[in-house]
């Protein structure tokens, strides 16, 4: 089964200072992945995803991507953090069922805080 | 916004009891997944819902139970609450043949007690 793993709870960064949150994957065959952001209360907003080609994905409010397959990684990366950044961030990986259906395998979760 | 809506917003119910909840899917979408995340987890897959026949299951108890309707908004139904069913249950609505981008809506807090 596809999985994803988060492997930090919490990650504090000061604002002005580039961020990274870590994620790796277990997958077999091509990926298809997923960085969500959650806030107090709220769904989960999408952020961007990599299915193929380059591997630097830009997605919404400055995040980006980077897609390493020799470390089957996906670490989301801001170069100047914002404390308004500060939320729950979920990886997540497309799982294809045997019916031939997808769905989506989060990890975790991440929390991050920004601080002033 | 993602134009998936849920209802309730907030829910407070009592062990034993059965609850209803509902999602509408962003226009165009026709299959709708649940996930149900507990406090300080991930979303975990309920089921999904495609041609109004449920498609794919998750690790969940026959407790939970669905329907999809022609119009393609979609029910969660839980029986016999457990304070364990205490969660945010989201709805994300997706085209089926590219199910894995999922536009969530903002979920339905379910209290137990």
């Known amino acids: 089964a596809q999985s994803v793993a988060q492997p930090e709870d919490q990650v504090n960064v ?8 870590k994620c790796t994957y277990s997958v077999s065959g091509n990926p298809y992945l997923f960085w969500y952001v959650q806030y107090p209360n709220r769904g989960l907003q999408f952020l961007l995803k990599y299915i ?32 308004s950044d500060s939320a729950l961030y979920f990886c997540a990986v497309r799982d294809t069922m045997n019916t031939g259906f997808q769905k989506l395998v989060f990890g975790t979760g991440t929390r991050l805080l920004v601080s002033p | 916004d993602a134009g998936v809506t849920q209802s309730p917003t907030h829910l407070i ?10 999602c ?3 226009s165009g979408h026709d299959t709708v997944s649940w996930y149900q995340q507990a406090l300080g987890q ?26 999809q309707f022609p119009n393609y908004s979609s029910e969660l139904n839980v029986n016999a609450l457990l304070l364990g069913d205490s969660a945010l249950y989201l709805c994300a609505s ?11 809506g903002p979920g339905t807090r379910l209290t137990v007690t």
């Open chain 2, 24 to 26: 509408s899917p962003k």
């Open chain 2, 13 to 22: 119910k009592t062990r034993g009891q059965q609850v209803t909840l509902r």
């Open chain 2, 94 to 104: 997706s085209l089926y043949n590219r199910a894995y981008e999922q536009y969530f």
């Open chain 1, 52 to 83: 193929t080609g380059d591997n630097l994905v830009k997605g919404s409010y400055g995040f980006e991507a980077e897609f390493n397959k020799s470390q089957t990684s996906f670490h989301l990366k801001k170069p100047s953090a914002l404390v």
């Open chain 2, 42 to 67: 991930g979303p975990q897959f309920i089921f999904q819902y495609y041609e109004e026949e449920e498609r794919q299951r998750g690790n969940f108890p026959d407790r939970f139970s669905g329907h």
């Open chain 1, 14 to 21: 000061a604002e002005g200072n580039p961020l990274t949150v």
